[in-house]
């Protein structure tokens, strides 16, 4: 068995599923995943934009905070409105840290009768960690027996409208619960590629009978992790450990649409969120740097970590994510760079092994998002 420094990796429960459709797997945040399947990250990127793909996303972490008091507490964490949350809407979310920096994103959704979340597989243990300090005002449950499918793409809908007609009267960043094939899900219309398309949470006992009906569907096909990257960077979403950290805050991460109204300077529960401080001054006075898209001039992908130089050589930047847009038919990437190189058009160049490439500020999304917004 492959190993990762804690152990043994973890196995979705459509792990054997995987390897039957011959993924290529490989160690991602503790599991084995499929990062692609025989016909390749491109096709498996271009029939995400034009039909329907299944990712697995089970790695993923998923909780519910239960109780009275469970908007409160989690408000306390996160600079977004959960206490008026409207039952059935989703909302996506950072926890933030003392310096304003950013310790994960997450999706928030309230179900009703508690609060469902979605956080990312790779901080997952330490979020699950920072609820608790909120154990005293409610109850966290850790939903390690519920696995998570993503069918994304403009088909989507149509598979939906066959297998669960209730679920295509739901738009984008709305949730509820549902029966699709005869088994109970808790199902969002939302996803991480740009496209319309689902998240469904699903008991793990089911999850292979559920993934078996969906790739019956002729719309439908298997798409791993490689092209889940892809299909993100065209978007310009972010991806934790990255183009977001500890080290950026939402105001430098150009996520302040993310912060609510209510919870900023002059709003009725302004501030009581970790870093508020700092967040709501640099939401006022501004900050020196800026997360930004980037267009390179010739064929070569930059990749993350490439150094950023204005006309002078002088280092203003850097990249954070990067790669080829099969959508778009070019290279895309993003970074941040000093605040005086963050208009759109400005030209740059990014230091690829020793050599400095022409690129630009770029307008982000590279590929328009495609959310069914009703």
Same mark, same amino acid.
């Given at each position: 068995?492959?190993?990762?420094?804690?152990?043994?990796?973890?196995?979705?429960?459509?792990?054997a599923l995987?390897?039957?459709?011959g993924?290529?797997?490989?160690?991602f945040a503790?599991?084995d995943?499929?990062?692609?399947?025989? =016909? @390749? #990250?491109?096709k498996?990127?271009q029939h $995400?934009?034009?039909?329907?793909? /299944? &990712?697995? %996303?089970?790695?993923m972490?998923?909780?519910r905070?239960?109780?009275?008091r469970?908007?409160?507490a989690?408000?306390?964490?996160?600079?977004v409105d959960?206490?008026?949350?409207p039952?059935?809407?989703?909302?996506?979310?950072l926890?933030?840290?003392d310096? =304003? @920096? #950013?310790?994960?994103?997450?999706?928030i $959704?309230n179900?009703?009768?508690? /609060? &469902?979340? %979605?956080?990312?597989?790779?901080?997952?243990?330490?979020?699950?960690a920072?609820l608790?300090?909120?154990?005293d005002?409610?109850?966290?449950d850790?939903l390690s027996?519920q696995?998570?499918?993503?069918?994304?793409?403009?088909k989507?809908?149509?598979?939906?409208?066959r297998?669960?007609?209730?679920l295509?009267?739901?738009?984008?960043?709305?949730?509820t619960?549902a029966?699709?094939?005869g088994?109970?899900?808790?199902?969002?219309?939302?996803g991480?590629?740009?496209?319309d398309?689902?998240?469904?949470?699903?008991?793990?006992?089911?999850?292979?009978?559920?993934?078996?009906i969906?790739l019956e569907?002729?719309e439908v096909?298997p798409?791993?992790?490689?092209?889940?990257?892809?299909?993100r960077?065209?978007?310009?979403l972010?991806?934790?450990?990255h183009d977001?950290?500890?080290?950026?805050t939402?105001v430098?991460?150009?996520?302040?649409?993310a912060l609510s109204?209510?919870?900023?300077?002059?709003g009725?529960?302004?501030?009581?969120?970790?870093?508020?401080?700092?967040?709501l001054?640099?939401?006022t006075?501004?900050?020196?740097?800026?997360?930004?898209?980037?267009?390179?001039?010739?064929?070569?992908?930059?990749?993350?970590?490439a150094?950023?130089?204005?006309?002078?050589g002088?280092k203003?930047?850097?990249?954070?994510s990067g790669?080829?847009?099969?959508?778009?038919g070019?290279?895309v990437?993003?970074?941040?760079v000093?605040l005086?190189?963050?208009?759109l058009e400005?030209q740059?160049?990014?230091?690829?092994?020793?050599?400095a490439?022409p690129?630009?500020?770029?307008?982000?999304?590279?590929?328009?998002?495609?959310?069914?917004?009703?």
């Amino acid at each position: 068995m492959s190993e990762h420094p804690s152990g043994p990796l973890a196995k979705t429960p459509l792990h054997a599923l995987h390897l039957e459709l011959g993924a290529r797997m490989a160690p991602f945040a503790g599991y084995d995943m499929p990062v692609q399947y025989p =016909g @390749g #990250i491109i096709k498996e990127h271009q029939h $995400t934009r034009t039909l329907a793909s /299944l &990712f697995d %996303v089970s790695h993923m972490g998923q909780v519910r905070l239960n109780g009275e008091r469970a908007a409160t507490a989690l408000e306390s964490l996160v600079p977004v409105d959960v206490i008026d949350l409207p039952v059935g809407q989703q909302r996506y979310a950072l926890f933030t840290n003392d310096n =304003g @920096g #950013i310790l994960d994103d997450l999706m928030i $959704t309230n179900a009703g009768d508690h /609060l &469902f979340l %979605v956080v990312n597989a790779a901080c997952k243990e330490q979020d699950i960690a920072h609820l608790r300090t909120l154990s005293d005002r409610c109850n966290i449950d850790v939903l390690s027996e519920q696995a998570l499918l993503a069918l994304q793409g403009p088909k989507a809908a149509q598979v939906m409208t066959r297998l669960a007609p209730e679920l295509t009267r739901l738009v984008f960043m709305k949730g509820t619960q549902a029966k699709i094939a005869g088994i109970d899900c808790f199902v969002t219309r939302s996803g991480y590629t740009g496209e319309d398309g689902f998240e469904i949470s699903i008991p793990a006992t089911q999850t292979e009978t559920l993934a078996r009906i969906l790739l019956e569907q002729e719309e439908v096909a298997p798409a791993g992790l490689g092209s889940r990257d892809s299909l993100r960077l065209e978007a310009g979403l972010c991806l934790y450990g990255h183009d977001i950290d500890t080290t950026t805050t939402p105001v430098e991460a150009n996520l302040s649409w993310a912060l609510s109204k209510v919870r900023r300077s002059g709003g009725g529960r302004a501030g009581g969120f970790p870093g508020a401080e700092i967040i709501l001054r640099q939401l006022t006075e501004g900050v020196t740097r800026l997360r930004i898209g980037i267009q390179p001039e010739g064929r070569a992908p930059v990749r993350d970590g490439a150094e950023l130089l204005n006309d002078q050589g002088e280092k203003v930047g850097k990249v954070t994510s990067g790669g080829f847009g099969p959508t778009v038919g070019w290279p895309v990437a993003m970074g941040y760079v000093e605040l005086p190189y963050s208009a759109l058009e400005t030209q740059l160049h990014a230091l690829v092994r020793g050599k400095a490439l022409p690129v630009r500020v770029a307008k982000l999304p590279f590929a328009p998002h495609r959310y069914c917004r009703g």
